[in-house]
């Protein structure tokens, strides 16, 4: 079957997923509208790619819905597999808008390297120009919370409290921000 210039088939089959018959008026409208329900789905998603899914699922609906009712066998299903498709389209198209797409692996890549060389060496001669301004007990204290020492560590080794540390510690970075932001970093 056509869709969009490009040749898409759905599998057309006598037994459904849980072992039933599959009703022949319903296979038959399918076939007669499946341009139709290509073009709807290439509208609605985008892409037809998902339209075979939803064609076999609307027919096997619609069949069991036939059985289940009595229906006798005529040609004039047309109708009922196209709602039946169009529900399962609405079905799939709110499922992928719930979806945010973050991008493919060359987006995620970029995010992965997002600082250039240039930017990258900077920040280390901030850091480098900012650790050699904190006095010593700062110093250290800031270099083993890089290395993932937790507060309470990092006051056993200074013979101080955690809160004391960690008090110490920022107030002396308030003081260097500050001195910062008059001069600058680099200064």
Not at 168 to 178: C, D, G
Request: charged share 25%; hydrophobic share 45%.
């Amino acid at each position: 079957m056509a869709c969009g210039g490009r040749t898409l088939v759905w599998w057309d089959r006598d037994i459904d997923a849980g072992g039933r018959r599959i009703r022949p008026d319903a296979r038959l409208a399918a076939h007669e509208i499946w341009r139709h329900a290509c073009q709807r789905a290439t509208a609605v998603l985008a892409d037809p790619a998902a339209a075979p899914e939803l064609m076999e699922n609307a027919v096997a609906q619609v069949s069991r819905y036939l059985d289940r009712i009595g229906a006798p066998l005529c040609s004039r299903k047309h109708g009922l597999v196209m709602v039946a498709f169009c529900r399962g389209l609405r079905r799939q198209a709110a499922k992928l808008g719930r979806l945010e797409l973050a991008g493919g692996p060359n987006e995620m890549a970029s995010y992965a390297n997002r600082w250039s060389w240039l930017e990258q060496t900077d920040a280390r001669l901030d850091l480098d120009r900012i650790i050699r301004r904190l006095n010593e007990p700062s110093a250290t204290v800031l270099m083993l919370r890089a290395a993932g020492f937790e507060w309470k560590e990092v006051a056993s080794l200074l013979g101080t409290t955690a809160a004391a540390a960690r008090n110490n510690f920022w107030r002396e970075i308030a003081v260097l921000r500050r001195g910062f932001d008059e001069s600058g970093p680099g200064s």
